[in-house]
């Protein structure tokens, strides 16, 4: 009977584990197709030529960014939106760099645990967006300006 148990006890454990890393792999796949199909979308208009990252950037509407070189060797980030819309590339050789934007965002707020820093197109133009938890494990966004690294928005104790 206690073989019975521990059968039954391992078998459910592998079945969880299982489900659990089936739910995980299928539900990245939606920003992992968004992401390549932004890449082809990128490089076929030759705005970039080496990926080197993307990810996905949520304001009122989705867009990807994909950051890496050009054809000149000069390091671009390029705003693809979802759906159809224009691509817009801007260089990032006069920007400040998302460890320049930590630094500022750690140096004015009492940060715990820095989650990402995502660079994004708004209406003012690319920011940076640093998600992190403050001492009390609240969450934080701010959005720091890619020009000159100036507080655009923050939005705290979340």
Do not use: C
């Amino acid at each position: 009977m206690k073989q019975w148990i521990t059968f039954i006890l391992g078998f459910l454990s592998f079945l969880a584990v299982a489900i659990i890393i089936l739910i995980l792999f299928l539900g990245n796949k939606p920003y992992s197709e968004t992401e390549e199909l932004a890449i082809d979308r990128a490089k076929s208009e030759q705005l970039i030529e080496e990926v080197e990252r993307a990810y996905v950037y949520t304001n009122t509407a989705a867009s990807v960014t994909v950051l890496g070189t050009n054809s000149k060797g000069e390091l671009v980030a390029v705003f693809v939106p979802t759906g159809e819309g224009k691509l817009q590339a801007i260089p990032l050789e006069d920007k400040i760099t998302a460890q320049r934007a930590r630094e500022i965002a750690l140096a004015e707020m009492d940060v715990k645990e820095i989650l990402h820093t995502r660079l994004g197109m708004e209406k003012d133009g690319p920011v940076w967006e640093i998600a992190f938890l403050n001492e009390k494990d609240s969450l934080n966004y701010v959005y720091l300006s890619a020009g000159d690294g100036t507080w655009w928005k923050r939005i705290l104790n979340l």
